[in-house]
């Protein structure tokens, strides 16, 4: 089984400063990761995702993560945040992306609360 | 694209009464869809998979005859609360999975927010 931790339930940040999004996983098999953004009474986007390959993955508006696998986690990192980047911010893992079913168990999530 | 949407965005309905709550994929087939629930300030739980044409896979504790499952097209799946009570109140997602060549990737209907009173 595979589980995900954030334990940041709330990141404040002033605008244009760095932030980072902590998310650990457990699991016995190999995983895919995933980071979605979701703002207020709004479904989920996807921002970026680890399936293979280069541990740095590069998603949409700026943000980045980087797959660690001896310390089992994808943290999200944006170098300059705005004010538009205020939302929550989910982590989630699935052990098939290929597989028939490929089911999404997401973290509790991270407020990123942008400050002016 | 891959648009999925959701229909009602927000519902108010009486304690007793059912709720059906439709989920579709705009531009592509989705043979598989996912039903979510989402507390406050909580993640997501996945409550279900939808298969079309076959019965859905309920996750362990959701209950199969209070929350109905029918995913009678590939781009039409549909969720009934039956016999709501003020507890089934919450925000309720929807995704479709799409193949991408490498594999499958679920995208998000933007929720029905359900109250019961």
Not at chain 1, 25 to 53: E, M
Not at chain 2, 30 to 55: D, I, V
Request: net charge neutral.
């Amino acid at each position: 089984a595979q589980s995900v931790t954030q334990l940041d339930s709330q990141v404040p940040v002033f605008e244009e400063a760095p932030v980072e999004l902590r998310c650990n996983y457990s699991s016995s098999v190999s995983v895919y990761l995933f980071w979605y953004v979701q703002y207020p009474n709004q479904g989920l986007q996807l921002l970026l995702k680890y399936l293979s390959g280069s541990t740095l993955v590069k998603g949409i508006n700026g943000f980045e993560a980087e797959f660690n696998k001896s310390q089992t986690s994808f943290h999200l990192r944006k170098p300059s945040v705005h004010i538009s980047d205020t939302a929550e911010y989910f982590c989630a893992v699935s052990a098939s992306y290929g597989g028939a079913t490929n089911k999404l168990i997401f973290g509790t999530g991270t407020l990123l609360a942008v400050q002016p | 694209g891959a648009v999925v949407s959701q229909h009602p965005s927000r519902v108010i309905c009486k304690s007793g009464t059912s709720v059906k709550i439709e989920c579709r994929s705009l531009d592509f087939q989705a043979t598989t869809m996912f039903w979510y629930r989402q507390f406050p300030k909580q993640s997501l739980m996945l409550m279900a998979t939808s298969n079309e044409g076959s019965k859905a896979t309920y996750e362990q504790g959701v209950e199969k005859d209070k929350f109905l499952i029918n995913h009678a097209s590939l781009t039409l799946s549909t969720l009934t609360v039956t016999s709501a009570h003020p507890e089934d109140s919450s925000f309720y997602i929807c995704s479709a999975r799409k193949f991408l060549g490498q594999g499958y990737e679920q995208y998000f209907g933007p929720g029905t927010r359900l109250t019961v009173t």
